[in-house]
């Protein structure tokens, strides 16, 4: 998998010299890179939305790394941050982690070691935002779904046969047929199983309960 021309490789060190050489290293095998001395400097100009990862140093004057990563949770962003750091002391290491670090790796680093976790993580994000994508277009698909055919694609995505849903719903199996050939071609749906993987990919469903013991109530 190559990682999107939109992509951005954000290095974040105080170190002039070490940030000069780590652009040179990323650049080298093509990726998009753009550099900033300080935290505050970089939070000034990333967005949350921005597709990429960030190369993050732990120790800078003013605005450290773990600071800067927490800013980042806080505006919802979703770059993964590969720590970089020459002190890297375990309560250092394990409270990055527990924020989400992607990766710590210590000073000096083999270049061929942080090019790997940078690719990694670009890989991540993409299929992450893919993921996110297609969970949204799950859910414009769903809202297509006028009120009676979504009384009808629960139960359906549940297991229950047309006539389970006719006596549960008080209408008739023939309306119950007709309702499930609309769901399943406004949803794209080939088969019965795709409108329960399209339930349980939307969250309407949970895959380890598809069938109650008794179906649930459904209104208009």
């Known amino acids: 998998m190559t990682e999107p021309q939109s ?3 954000y290095v974040v060190d105080d170190d002039a010299g070490m940030l000069e050489s780590t652009r040179w290293l990323l650049e080298s095998v093509g990726l998009r890179v753009k550099a900033y001395a300080d935290g505050q400097q970089f939070l000034d100009g990333v967005t949350a939305d921005q597709c990429g990862c960030i190369i993050l140093d732990v120790r800078m004057p003013g605005l450290g790394g773990l600071n800067v990563q927490d800013e980042l949770h806080q505006r919802g962003s979703r770059l993964p941050v590969i720590f970089i750091s020459g002190h890297a002391d375990v309560p250092i290491v394990v409270r990055a982690f527990k924020a989400g670090a992607f990766d710590f790796i210590e000073k000096p680093f083999n270049e061929q070691l942080l090019l790997d976790s940078v690719q990694q993580a670009l890989q991540n994000q993409q299929a992450s935002s893919s993921r996110q994508q297609s969970n949204e277009d799950t859910e414009a698909l769903l809202g297509t779904l006028t009120p ?16 389970e849903i006719a ?13 499930r050939s609309r769901v399943m071609k406004r949803l794209g749906a080939e088969r019965l199983p795709d409108i329960t993987g399209i339930a349980i990919a939307a969250g309407w469903l949970n895959p380890l309960t598809l069938r109650p013991a008794t179906p649930p109530e459904f209104t208009v």
């Open 167 to 179: 006596a549960q719903l008080h209408i008739s199996v023939k309306t119950v047929d007709l309702y």
């Open 148 to 163: 009676r055919e979504r009384d009808v694609f629960l139960p359906l995505a549940q297991g229950y046969t047309s006539r």
């Open 7 to 9: 992509a951005i490789v």
